[in-house]
């Protein structure tokens, strides 16, 4: 799975809408971008997915490039709950067999009053 | 209602001691996944397993043995404890989709 790179820590003022950036320049074709966040040392929580259209669910957006180098995690407003590291992945999907998720450091979102 | 749940929350044991965390999923889903999370937060991949067969194998001591029942519970077993082994344990699940999802952690503290 292609490597991704995201900024250690991000502030973001609650309300405002926070834009989480990922770079995953070595992608291959049959990769999707997924997301997940951590809330302090809870199980990690899927949040969103995509190959190379933008995609948007109740939760978040997600934005990604066309040329699928790099994609960016829209969260429209931000509340202090959402306080968490949030991890881009790279994995292929529809392989015939699962196939792990391989987490980097992610990002430290602080939502702030 | 929990989507997959892990027990027990809190293990706190000697060395040397065997161990075993369960996981549960009601998702129906056929695969399903234990991960490790170390006291630097890194989280990583240890086993998983498909319809009960093992599919995944990271590089793992044999001292941890997982176990799967049936599709909807895998087990984790630890002989011989070493401090080492102190982390949050995580199972995870996916179905069709391969969008996998995580139970709350089994915390292990090792002395």
């Known amino acids: 799975d292609a490597k991704t790179t995201q900024p250690p820590s991000m502030d973001c003022a609650e309300g405002r809408a926070a834009n989480l950036p990922c770079n995953h320049s070595t992608i291959s074709g049959n990769e999707y971008v997924y997301w997940y966040r951590q809330i302090h040392s809870q199980g990690p929580q899927y949040i969103i997915h995509?190959?190379?259209n933008n995609e948007t669910n109740e939760m978040a957006s997600l934005i990604i490039t066309e040329d699928r180098k790099s994609s960016t995690l829209i969260l429209p407003h931000a509340t202090l709950r959402d306080t968490a590291v949030y991890y881009c992945?790279?994995?292929?999907?529809?392989?015939?067999?699962?196939?792990?998720?391989?987490f980097g450091t992610g990002t430290r979102l602080q939502v702030t009053l | 209602d929990t989507a997959v749940s892990q027990t027990p929350k809190y293990l706190v044991t000697q060395m040397g001691n065997d161990k075993s965390i369960k996981c549960e999923q009601n998702l129906g889903h056929d695969t399903m996944y234990w991960y490790k999370q170390d006291s630097k937060k890194f989280l990583k991949i240890m086993f998983s397993?498909?319809?009960?067969?093992?599919?995944i194998n990271e590089t793992v001591p044999n001292r941890f043995s997982p176990k799967s029942p049936d599709k909807a519970h895998l087990n984790l077993h630890i002989n011989s404890l070493e401090l080492g082994d102190s982390a949050v344990y995580f199972c995870?699940?996916?179905?069709?989709?391969?969008?996998?999802?995580f139970g709350p952690g089994t915390r292990l503290l090792v002395l």
């Open positions: 992945i790279v994995r292929s999907v529809n392989t015939g067999t699962a196939s792990k998720l391989t």
């Open positions: 995870a699940s996916s179905g069709p989709s391969e969008t996998q999802y």
């Open positions: 995509g190959l190379k």
């Open positions: 397993y498909n319809n009960k067969e093992l599919i």
